[in-house]
Every structure is written in structure tokens, then in C-alpha cells.
């Protein structure tokens, strides 16, 4: 709860419940008072605090989208260890909107078109490179799914076989909807007012 007064403001927030330990169990959540003169809001797009503001209508936002993973790669048969496909390792590629991986007039090839996704490729040491196919700004959003069914396609197109799965990440980010309400005791940042550059999915954080 969040109670305002001439003084300033007071938020109780109550923490997740957690585990300890595998002999015991969930240690229950506990809640904290938090007496502030000034509350700054950096809890990320789905704020429960932050007002929007209606008074002005703004359109629906669109969503960036992307499926990542952190690979191990299988080299045996690459005689050039420096690059994987087409990438050469000792550079980070930001931007590979290539559709080639798509046989021509296919269903996927046309929804690469109608929805496009691009390939990081970010390589770390040996065989280890972090790969994201991301979509830019779609409305309505690309599906997790879909962005991870295009990255294998274009890594096996590309002759890059994967060993092994690190990690995975999956990235969503709202880009654009209405700004926080002006007249309001809570100031948002980040996400949370919204602060997202319309073409990059870029924001403030704090």
C-alpha cells in the first residue's frame, strides 16, 4: 500500500517468499514500512505505482522481443577456429537481417518479411558465443517461439552446430504507450515513465 501526506509518503512493501535450503521450506514474505519525502518509481513497464495518463489517448505499444542463448559450439570439423559461419570472432555482430536461411515464397520467408527479426552474435572465448534473435518493434509482438525457431533455422542454415546451452534469455520491452500522470507524488524512471527510444528499445535505467 502507498499512503501520501503533507510530509511525504509511506509504502509498505512485502518481499517474495524464498527457499533457505532444501530441508526447509519457503521462508514466508515479510513486509517492510518505508516512510520517504520523495518515492522514485524503478520497477520496469508493469508498474503498480506509477499513474498513466489518460487525459491524452496514445496509441498501443509495440514490443521488442527476443530469444537469447549462451552456446557452446562443436568445432570438430570447422578447420577456422576464428570465426563461426559467417561471423568472424574477434568482432560482435549487431545487426544481420539476412533472410537467406528461409527457402524463397515460403510461409516463413513471407512472415520475415511481415514481422523481420534480426541475429547478435556476441562470441566470448573459444567456443563460446552468445547468440539473440531479436524483433526490433512489432505490434502485435513476435513470439518467444517464434524468435528462437528462427535463430536454430538460421544456425543451421549457417552450418553452426550447438553442443550445449549455457543460458537462455528471453527479452521483452514495451516501446511506447501512455507517460506517467504530471500531477502524481510518485516519480517514475525507466520503464516505468515510459523513458524507451521509440526505435532501439533503448531506456533509462537508474
Known sequence: SLVHDDEGSTILLQSKPF??????????????RVR?????????HESRLVLKDDRDSAP???YQIAYG???????????DKTRCGPYDKDAMTLF????????????????????????????LNDNRVFFEETSLVAR????????????RTRLEYLGITVEDIEEEEYCYIPM??????????????????????????????W
Open 69 to 79: 542463448m549462451l552456446a557452446k559450439l562443436n568445432e570438430d570439423s570447422i578447420p
Open 36 to 44: 520517504a519525502k520523495l518515492i522514485i518509481d524503478c520497477t520496469g
Open 60 to 62: 498501443p505499444p509495440g
Open 19 to 32: 527457499s533457505s535450503g532444501e530441508d526447509r521450506g519457503k521462508e514466508p514474505a515479510t513486509t517492510t
Open 96 to 123: 544481420d537481417y539476412r533472410t537467406d536461411h528461409f527457402p524463397p515464397d515460403s510461409l516463413e520467408a513471407s512472415k520475415a518479411e511481415t514481422a523481420p527479426t534480426f541475429m547478435y552474435v556476441m562470441p
Open 176 to 205: 511506447g504507450g501512455p507517460l506517467p500522470a504530471r500531477d502524481q507524488r510518485v516519480v517514475g524512471f525507466g520503464g516505468a515513465a515510459a523513458m524507451v527510444h521509440p526505435s532501439t528499445g533503448y531506456h533509462l535505467c
Open 140 to 151: 502485435p509482438a513476435v513470439s518467444f517461439r517464434e524468435c528462437k525457431d528462427r535463430c
